[in-house]
Every structure is written in C-alpha cells, then in structure tokens.
C-alpha cells in the first residue's frame, strides 16, 4: 500500500494508512447514496449516508435541504424529494450539495453519485415499461443506440455536456417512443491542480532543496494511483515521472533560479493536472574569510621544489573564481571557477625570481575578496665554486705566502668553504654574506700538488675543480755559486779600493815630488774640472822646479746610498796638508782649501737579479773597473741633494746649505 498523500479537499490530506489532518483545518464531509442514482422516478426512496474522513460518522449529523436543516440528527437519513442535500458531521465542514431528482415521467436518463473525472460512468435510461430500442444523446446529438437501456462513458470530463436518451416501446396502438428529460452528470473534480511547494522557501546556494507538487485524492477515490514530475522551465528534472510527490534536489545553485512547476495525473493517464509556476530565488551567500596555505608549511623551498598555493574561504557559496598573485606583478599567476570552498595552484620547478609575497583573491559576483600575504622564501644551493690562487701561476718558491681562493657563484648564504691539499682539509671558513671565502698559506716544500676548495650551504656540498701547484726551493748548488759569487764581488771591490788608494798615493808622489806639469793635477772638489788626458806645455807658464810640501794621506772607506738610485758612493781617500807650504802660486793654492775627497761611483749588484746571482771569478779587473767612476765631491753633493728632495720624507732635510750637506757626505752623518 503506497504511503502517498491522498487529500480529500485542499485542506485535508490522509494517507491510505492512516489519514492525517491539517492542524485547524475542518475536513469536508461527503454524501454516498443507495441506490447511487442521482434521478429517480417519483415515490422512489433514496438513503442517503454521511461520511467523514474518520468514517463512520461520530455524534450528531446536520443534515441539510436545499439549505434548510432537517430534524434528523442519525447518520442516514431517507429522501424522496427533489432538491439540494448536504450533511456535515461534528469533526467536519458541510459536504458539497448533491442534486436529487424524483420525477413522475415514463422515462429517466440516471447516472451514478459520485462521478468524478476520469470515470467510466455507466448512464441508464430507464422507463417505466420495457422498452425494445433505446438510443443515447450528447448535447441533442445521437452517440450512441442499444437494445439494452445502459450506456458506458469512459473516462467522463467535467465539461461533459447534457445527455437525453429515448426508447420505443409497443402499445396497442404500435411503437410508442418516450423522451427523457436533459441530465447533466454532476462530474466531481478528482483532484485540484496540484500546488509546488519549496521548502526552504527561499533556498540558498550550495544547499538542498525539496520541492513538493501537493494534491489529494477523494477519500471515495483514495485508491487512485498518482504519479508525478518537476520542471524547470521547460526542463524536466530528476528521472521524470514518479510516484513520489517529492524531489530532492541536493544541491542549488544561483544559476539555478527561475520558474518552477510540475505535474500529476494518474497512472491510467486519463487525468493530468499541472501547477502554478512558481519563481524560485536561490540566494547567493558572499564569500568570506579567504585565507592563502602554502606547501611546503612556512613557505620555505629549496629551488626546484614545487610550490602549492591553497586558496580557501570559510563562507561563500556558489561558483567562485580563485586568483591567485604574486606581489609587485600585474598580472595573476593562474585562475580557476568552481564551485567549492578551496581550489589549489601549483607552481612546478620554482626558480630564484619566484620568491616574495603572494596572496590569493576569491570571488562569487559580489566582488574579490583578498587573503593576507605570505612570504615565500628559497634557498639556493651552491654551486661548483671556482678556486683560484694569487698571485697566480703553476710555480712558487718555499717561503712564499700564497692566498687562496673559493668562491660559489649561485648559493643562499651562509657558505661554509673548505681548503684541500691533496683531499687533506687545510681549514675551513664560514661566509655569512656571499662573495667567497680567502686561505692564506706559507709554503713549504711538501704544498706541492693538487688544491681544491668545497662550498657547503646545507643543501649539498659542493667541489672545485683541481688545481695544481708546484713549490720549489733554492739548491746546494745554487746556493754554493751565490757564496762564491758574492765573495768574489767582495774581493773586486777591495781590489778596486785599493787600485784607488795606489792612484791617490801616486798623484801625491809627483806633486810633491817635482812632477812635470804634464800630469793631471788635482783640484779641491768646488773648482774641479775634468783634466785633460794629454801633456802641454805652456812656454809662457813657469814651472816648479821644487816639489810642493809633502801632503799625509788618511785613507777612509764608507758607503753613501742613494736609496732607489742604483749607485753606491764610496769615499776612497782624504788627502790633507801635514806643513806650510811655500809662498809659490802653487803652494798658496792648497792653502785655506777643504782636504781633497776622492768618491768611487759603483753600480750596485741586485741579488734579485737572475744575472747577478753566479760571479765569475774569473772576471778580469779590467772588467771589474768598468763598474766605478772617481766622482768629485761637487758632483756627489748635487746628486745626493736631489735624491733626498725626491724622497717624500726629505722635506727636512732640504733646508740644509750646499756646503752643510757636502759637510755632512764628509763626516759621514747625513742619513739617506
């Protein structure tokens, strides 16, 4: 037995279990006949029974005709007057009137109580006599004869028309044919154009709706089978028809709103009945409370990682479009449009510029809504760093500081570098900032061979290419060329000063001794003029026949050194007067006269120089002498005054006399 709502009236509903009342709504009472003919001939009687819903009728019975109450107060009640019948019991409203004919003609067209639509009504022409032919009208037209005096209309309207009928019968005088009077079948609607119902009235998105399409049944017809269906538009929803008065939708969009209604007719298809429509509003929910998850959790990636960005809204409902941004870029990263409450975006192989703050935007049609920033930071790792030496090249010397290198090119700081000599860690150095780490290192003779440099930022360590570097030492052999070398230049210089003393010792003997003027004389420093290599004699220029004065030689050896210069000056010799000398032009002239300063001008030997580092012993003197000069005093103090006045700390020393500073060359106290 179906559970289905079966209504008596619009306001009453029961099921064919058990029936249900409308809270405060009074159900209709109904009349049910015996015989069912609604038109009977006069002095017929007809029993008429009250019903209601709860069936059978409790209490007392009003009955009513043609609006006038009757005394009777039972539960049927017997009639035979023509009018208008109607009851009504005390848990009920007055049943619908129903018309009763009692007529005194030969002949009656009877029809059933109650018809309702769709029926199989069987209509009965009936006379007083037998009849031998009888035949059926609709609206004056002839539908229908028979022998015998029913008719069966199938699947009656309530727009059905009136309906007569007639019939022949025999009499003395031959056939006589009698007429009826015009009978409108009283047609009872079987059920009212069903009525769509949503509950919740006004849906809102994202949640379910039921609609109902509600009617209800005749309790004289409750065995009626309904079937029923829901439209949109001009859509049919669901599978179509049912036997369910009901449709769940589970879920309502806003794009779902429109025009509603549905159907109901009974399975036999004879009667169908469709609704009102009905505007049904989805109501949209804006979003709210957008919210920006990152995976990995912190937002910290490793470059190369993948990058999930999680957008979701706590409220919000129907389609929404998911933004997502990254900040200081115009354009998004990605969109999507569904209907859900969280959409994700995924950033494949992040890279360095994919750092910084993102957030993402939500929208439902009633405008973005923007999540907070979040931060997004990568870390970098290092790559293959470059080790380098400096000063560079393939070869050092033992003793030699050398610095080394390592820099990483890409990496997220800290970097922690590490120094390998043949895979040996030699230290490591921790870089907080980027730009590389240096390694200085005193070589020794075993550093020969293969350095390398690691860099390390915690995401992998990684290697420099090898390099190689050759260490070598001064040898026995060089070293024993460098001593003999040395030694010789030693004894070159001391063969050269003494070659010096011997020339001044000479040079004393002839002017002492009565030397012919012919020789080279010698000059005090200030009026020095390079002699002339060749003897003259002058016939007007008187010579000396005696010898000047004996003259005491103090031989002395220093080093004056012009710094940067590449000269050495070495006082070789003073020669002082140890008498008076003679009235003569020659002795007056080493009179008042400073003593006679002989300089020996030397290059010096550079140690550094590849050249200079073996001395042959050999050399010959000849070549040796080639090295000095006999450089005067005059000469010697101008030198030196212009190296010191080049020298930056020479300031101090630039306010001393011509004469001071030759004073100081003598005494050896000038500093340079």
Not at 128 to 139: C, D, G, P, Q, S
Not at 218 to 240: D, H, N, T, V, W
């Amino acid at each position: 037995m179906r559970p289905v709502v079966m209504c008596q009236h619009q306001w009453y509903c029961y099921s064919e279990v058990t029936p249900v009342a409308l809270v405060g709504v009074t159900p209709k009472a109904f009349l049910l006949l015996n015989p069912p003919w609604s038109t009977n001939f006069k002095n017929d009687r007809v029993t008429l029974t009250c019903r209601d819903s709860l069936s059978p009728a409790q209490g007392d019975i009003s009955w009513y005709h043609d609006d006038h109450l009757l005394d009777n107060k039972s539960e049927e009640i017997q009639i035979h007057k023509t009018g208008y019948y109607k009851c009504k019991t005390r848990r009920s409203s007055p049943s619908d009137p129903v018309h009763m004919d009692f007529l005194s003609d030969r002949l009656i067209i009877q029809a059933p109580h109650p018809v309702f639509e769709g029926d199989d009504v069987v209509l009965r022409c009936q006379g007083k006599e037998a009849t031998i032919e009888t035949v059926l009208y609709k609206n004056k037209k002839e539908i229908r004869k028979s022998y015998i005096s029913n008719f069966t209309l199938n699947s009656v309207s309530r727009d059905n028309g009136k309906y007569h009928c007639t019939a022949s019968r025999k009499n003395l005088w031959g056939i006589k044919r009698d007429i009826s009077k015009p009978l409108t079948i009283q047609v009872q609607e079987l059920f009212p154009p069903p009525v769509l119902t949503a509950r919740p009235s006004q849906p809102i998105e994202g949640r379910p709706v039921t609609l109902k399409c509600e009617t209800w049944l005749p309790p004289q017809r409750s065995y009626i089978q309904l079937q029923f269906c829901f439209f949109r538009e001009e859509q049919a929803l669901g599978s179509g028809w049912s036997s369910s008065p009901e449709l769940n939708l589970p879920t309502m969009w806003s794009e779902d709103s429109g025009s509603y209604w549905c159907q109901a007719e009974t399975v036999t298809h004879h009667v169908r009945k469709r609704s009102l429509r009905s505007q049904i509003h989805v109501q949209r929910v804006p979003v709210s409370d957008v919210n920006l998850e990152i995976r990995p959790p912190e937002g910290q990636l490793i470059e190369g990682e993948n990058l999930l960005l999680i957008c979701s809204v706590a409220k919000g409902t129907g389609t929404v479009t998911f933004s997502w941004h990254r900040e200081g870029t115009v354009r998004s990263l990605g969109t999507k449009t569904q209907r859900s409450l969280s959409a994700e975006l995924q950033i494949l192989t992040v890279k360095e510029h994919d750092a910084g703050r993102y957030y993402c935007a939500a929208d439902n049609i009633h405008g973005p809504i923007l999540s907070k920033l979040i931060k997004v930071t990568l870390r970098i790792p290092v790559s293959h760093p470059v080790f380098t030496f400096h000063p560079a090249g393939a070869q050092a010397m033992v003793g030699d500081v050398l610095e080394l290198r390592c820099e990483a090119q890409r990496g997220s700081p800290p970097i922690l570098y590490s120094f390998y000599h043949k895979n040996v860690t030699l230290g490591s150095i921790s870089d907080p900032f980027g730009g590389g780490a240096s390694f200085n290192l005193t070589l020794m003779a075993e550093h020969s061979g293969n350095f390398s440099c690691g860099a390390d930022n915690g995401l992998g360590v990684q290697r420099s290419e090898m390099v190689t570097l050759s260490v070598t030492g001064p040898s026995s052999n060089k070293i024993t060329l460098i001593t003999k070398g040395v030694t010789a230049g030693l004894l070159s210089i001391l063969g050269l000063a003494a070659t010096a003393a011997l020339v001044c010792y000479f040079r004393t003997q002839r002017n002492s001794g009565g030397l012919s003027t012919t020789g080279t004389p010698s000059y005090s420093p200030k009026e020095f003029k390079e002699p002339s290599r060749t003897s003259h004699t002058d016939p007007q220029e008187p010579t000396y026949s005696e010898p000047p004065d004996p003259m005491e030689q103090q031989p002395v050896y220093s080093n004056v050194d012009l710094g940067e210069s590449n000269l050495v000056y070495s006082q070789i010799c003073s020669i002082q007067d140890t008498k008076e000398n003679s009235a003569n032009s020659p002795k007056k002239h080493w009179e008042d006269k400073e003593p006679v300063v002989i300089y020996s001008e030397l290059k010096k030997a550079h140690l550094d120089d590849s050249a200079g580092l073996v001395i042959n012993q050999d050399r010959d003197l000849e070549d040796a002498a080639e090295n000095y000069e006999n450089v005067p005093e005059e000469r010697l103090c101008e030198d030196t005054a212009r190296q010191i006045s080049a020298k930056p700390e020479g300031g101090r020393k630039r306010g001393l006399a011509r004469n001071q500073l030759c004073q100081h060359l003598d005494l050896g106290l000038l500093e340079l």
